[in-house]
């Protein structure tokens, strides 16, 4: 039977590869059903039903390795998410072990990002230099006071106050943390672009922090975004120091 555009039908194509298969053993369709999607969807069909006639188990379909892989990225990137959500938003660990694991997860994603950026600007052409902090860290214990005691001191109690200001308008914790991150993230933009899109990120952890740790007191709050802040902080100078 040919369908409308003159190809046979699936159903007399699978006849046909039963016709042709019935006579092999069964070790020998073992050997085409592991061939997976090079071999055709009705030669499957086809073996199925040899099978089943013959009353022998049968193992499921071989994937597609470009499915399996995917399907393995879509599971990592799921697990991933819900670890980094479990973790941010749910208070269920010490204090310290919290802040030491949001060092790296507010500052890796951060550098990844700036760096990503500027790679993309540059293979675009674009000048970076004017869109990069007109500032230059310095490892003096000057900067090491302005940078890791009382800039994060100071912001994370503008960040407390804007979070408070914020509940009133946002009430998700995701969706509040999400949005303090792109206030912070354009605050410190205006002093280079390039820190807008690091910044947010790092400033989503920091939210998030103080949000979730609300939960048991207003100085635990205040703890778990200052402290993460301020190590993350100091990583950056130590590694500006150590590079000069």
Same mark, same amino acid.
């Given at each position: ?116 950026? &500027?790679?993309? !600007? ?6 970076? +230099?004017?869109? /990069?902090? =007109? %500032?230059? $860290? ?84 205040? &703890?778990?975004? !200052? ?6 902080? +100091?990583?950056? /100078?130590? =590694? %500006?120091? $150590?590079?000069?």
């Amino acid at each position: 039977m040919l369908n409308m555009r003159g190809d046979a039908a699936p159903r007399d194509l699978t006849a046909g590869f039963k016709e042709q298969y019935s006579p092999c053993s069964s070790e020998y369709l073992l050997k085409r059903r592991a061939l997976g999607s090079e071999l055709a969807s009705e030669a499957h069909d086809a073996i199925e039903e040899i099978f089943r006639e013959r009353g022998e188990h049968l193992p499921p379909r071989p994937q597609a390795y470009e499915q399996v892989r995917d399907g393995a990225n879509t599971l990592l990137f799921k697990r991933a998410r819900e670890w980094v959500g479990s973790f941010l938003f749910s208070p269920r660990r010490p204090l310290w072990r919290f802040c030491l694991v949001a060092v790296p997860l507010a500052l890796v994603p951060s550098l990844f990002i700036s760096g990503l950026l &500027l790679l993309v !600007l540059k293979l675009a052409g674009v000048e970076t +230099l004017r869109l /990069l902090p =007109s %500032f230059s $860290l310095q490892l003096t214990w000057t900067w090491l006071a302005k940078v890791v005691l009382i800039g994060p001191i100071l912001e994370t109690i503008v960040l407390a106050v804007g979070i408070w200001i914020l509940r009133w308008f946002v009430k998700r914790p995701t969706h509040l943390a999400g949005v303090s991150a792109v206030l912070w993230g354009i605050m410190h933009g205006l002093d280079g672009p390039i820190r807008a899109f690091g910044t947010g990120w790092s400033f989503f952890v920091f939210s998030a922090a103080y949000i979730s740790w609300r939960q048991q007191s207003r100085i635990r709050a205040y &703890l778990a975004a !200052l402290i993460p802040h301020s190590l993350a902080n +100091l990583c950056v /100078l130590l =590694s %500006f120091g $150590l590079l000069e």
